[in-house]
T-cell receptor, first 113, second 117 residues
Framework: DTEVTQTPKHLVMGMTNKKSLKCEQH?????MYWYKQKAKKPPELMFV???????INESVPSRFSPECPNSSLLNLHLHALQPEDSALYLC????????????FGPGTRLTVL | AQSVTQPDIHITVSEGASLELRCNYS??????LFWYVQSPGQGLQLLLK??????LVQGIKGFEAEFKRSQSSFNLRKPSVHWSDAAEYFC???????????????FGPGTSLSVIP
């Protein structure tokens, strides 16, 4: 299984809502990532988890809260978002260590009203 | 600092024509390089990667890329384009973050490919 799955595919939320994005992989990868991608732009790294521990936080606002409950799952909890947070949110995973390719999920299209 | 440039924002080719997408990188050490493709509203799919060895790399869907250290380039090629190749193409360089043993992937701005039937 070389697939990264993400749910939901689309999400519309108000600025006062709390929602969560989910990512799952069963490739035995111990590094998992969240990226944000605006239209016509490359993905921007948000968070990196290594062995279920947060390794990298690219100065992301606290209204985005990641969680890695186990080696296969990665969540992104959303609260009090702004309209400018509307984007495609991509999850990726890879083997731990250097020189490894990242496998991407299909993304969650988020719209904040 | 590491960076990736893709000089062509948008390219249009006719179906059956050859294709070359340009990529230049800036990196202090020996880089490792990727090409990803993204169809509209989809995630990124890896086309090919270069870590070391043979500088001509074969990938999926008939794509290949050539690493040229002297030119700091990693251009993507395909001899005959199909309509289904229309997508966004991202070149990326992997940079090791020594403190974390993690590789930060730096993406270029992307090249949008349109294919005329």
């Amino acid at each position: 299984d070389t697939e990264v799955t993400q749910t939901p595919k689309h999400l519309v939320m108000g600025m006062t809502n709390k929602k969560s994005l989910k990512c799952e992989q069963h490739m035995g990868h111990r590094a998992m990532y969240w990226y944000k991608q605006k239209a016509k732009k490359p993905p921007e790294l948000m968070f990196v988890y290594s062995y279920e521990k947060l390794s990298i936080n690219e100065s992301v606002p606290s209204r985005f809260s990641p969680e890695c409950p186990n080696s296969s799952l990665l969540n992104l909890h959303l609260h009090a978002l702004q309209p400018e947070d509307s984007a495609l949110y991509l999850c990726a995973s890879s083997q731990f260590g250097t020189h490894n390719e990242q496998f991407f999920g299909p993304g969650t299209r988020l719209t904040v009203l | 600092a590491q960076s990736v440039t893709q000089p062509d924002i948008h390219i249009t080719v006719s179906e059956g024509a050859s294709l070359e997408l340009r990529c230049n990188y800036s990196y202090g050490a020996t880089p490792y390089l990727f090409w990803y493709v993204q169809s509209p509203g989809q995630g990124l799919q890896l086309l090919l990667k270069y870590f070391s060895g043979d500088t001509l790399v074969q990938g999926i869907k008939g794509f290949e890329a050539e690493f040229k250290r002297s030119q700091s380039s990693f251009n993507l090629r395909k001899p005959s384009v199909h309509w289904s190749d229309a997508a966004e193409y991202f070149c990326a360089v992997g940079a090791e973050e020594r403190k974390t043993s993690y590789d930060k992937v730096i993406f270029g701005p992307g090249t949008s490919l349109s294919v005329i039937p």
